[in-house]
């Protein structure tokens, strides 16, 4: 399979959506164009960065940094893959503030790691986006919204959206001047006309979600 190209033409999707709903492109303008994502091409470690996202999981971005900051110091690395997470026992993890479910799912990780059942980053990049999901999500802790998130932040990939997003819920929710939180089956059939830049749009409805509660831009996972 011939490997895709990490990250997309940012100005062609802001002209594609612009063109294709009304009410998007209104808070489009208001919030001007997203820029490429520099770490679209950068070098990284899938494997550190599912670890990460483990750390961050239900845990304020603040809360989250600290027991990194806490694990990196055990681990003495600042990569976490199956070597360096083999330096530690479990109570030292806890000790950093880990929990136990996600002590589980750190050492399901290192484990597909190490017999070698993750794709790598090369691996990745010729791989469908469905490819990728199977692939990562039969890994404990690891769901799909995480594995978007790769797709989106990392990859670059151009038409993933992540309808479970509470902060894309919600941004659509602004857009269409709703009552209530659009459904993921609804957010799913609303974003069909997004495509083939439904990531775009994504990034763009927390944007919108963020503007309209009058909050600062939060930091996403793997952003």
Known sequence: MATLSRGFDVEAAFAHLSKRDRRLAGWMRKLGPIPAYPQ????????????????????????????????????????????????????????????????????????REAAGELPTLTQMEAMSDAEIIAALVPIRGIGRWTVEMMLMFRLGRPDVLPVDDLGVRKGAQSVDKLDALPTPKQLAIRGECWGPYRSYAGFYLWKIADAAAGAAPVKRSQS
């Open 40 to 111: 679209w091409q950068a070098p990284f470690d899938p494997v550190d960065s599912l670890a990460r996202s483990i750390l961050y999981q239900q845990l304020s971005g603040k809360a989250a940094a600290t027991i990194e900051g806490r694990v990196e110091a055990a681990l003495k690395s600042e990569r976490l893959h199956c070597d360096t997470l083999a330096r530690v026992g479990d109570a030292t993890l806890r000790a950093c503030g880990v929990s136990g479910n996600k002590t589980l799912a750190l050492r399901d990780l290192a484990r």
